[in-house]
Each structure stands twice: as structure tokens, then as C-alpha cells.
């Protein structure tokens, strides 16, 4: 949705609203990635059985720089002045793939029953 108001702006009620999607993807990328040890956090990031997973994840260039920019853009508390991932570096990223991929992870801790081929 974000991408695709991207491409024809031009109302202020438009602008936003894609500021406010910008803003709720930042932020819920983020919290995929949490650490946080004394928050209550739901997080990819805490469940052990996943973490080869999501480190693979973490390193890809997009879901870094909206991790390490995400207080900067939200809050405006970062310690560090870094700019921000704008919604056109987002919409040229891979990012909606990550979170299709991401969205395929098993949560519960078993593993996925595979379907059986039966050729």
C-alpha cells in the first residue's frame, strides 16, 4: 500500500496517510527484530529454534537500516544522527519479499509438516 501511494501523491490527507503507513512499517520491522531483554516483546529475534533464520534476515541492507534509523524516524531520540530510509528506498528494496519469507516461519517451535510428493 505504502509503494503503491507512493507513485501518486499529492492531497494532504494522502500524504497522511502514507506518512502514518510509513511510520507503522518502521516500526513493526523493528519490533520483528527486538531484543529487548526487560520489555515484554513479542519478537522473531527471542525464539531460539529460529535464530539462524532470522540473523539471515537481520543482515539483509533494508531490515538493518530501518532497525539502526527507526528511533531517529519515530522518536527522534536517536544517539547517533543517521538519516532515515525514505518510502522509495523502501519500495525499491526487497523488503516485501523479506516479509512474505518471514511470514512462513513456524512460531510455534515444531517443525512445518512438509506435504508428501505422490509421484
Not at 537500516?65 to 519515530?74: H, K, L, P, S, Y
Not at 525499491?92 to 518471514?102: A, C, E, Q
Request: charged residues 30%; positive net charge; aromatic residues 6%.
Amino acid at each position: 500500500m505504502l509503494c503503491k501511494m507512493q507513485k501518486d501523491i499529492n492531497e494532504s490527507e494522502e500524504l497522511t496517510i502514507h506518512r502514518a503507513l510509513w511510520t507503522a512499517l518502521i516500526i513493526e520491522v523493528g519490533r520483528l527484530f527486538d531484543t529487548y531483554s526487560k520489555k515484554d516483546v513479542v519478537s522473531f529475534k527471542k525464539l531460539p529454534y529460529l535464530k539462524k533464520q532470522i540473523d539471515n534476515y537481520h543482515s539483509v541492507d533494508i531490515i538493518r537500516d530501518i532497525i539502526e534509523t527507526r528511533n531517529t524516524f519515530t522518536g527522534h531520540f536517536s544517539k547517533e544522527g543517521k538519516n532515515i530510509i525514505s518510502a522509495p528506498e523502501i519500495c525499491r528494496s526487497d523488503l516485501s519479499k523479506i516479509l512474505k519469507g518471514m511470514s512462513k516461519l513456524s512460531v510455534s517451535g515444531k517443525k512445518q509438516h512438509q506435504p508428501r510428493n505422490k509421484d
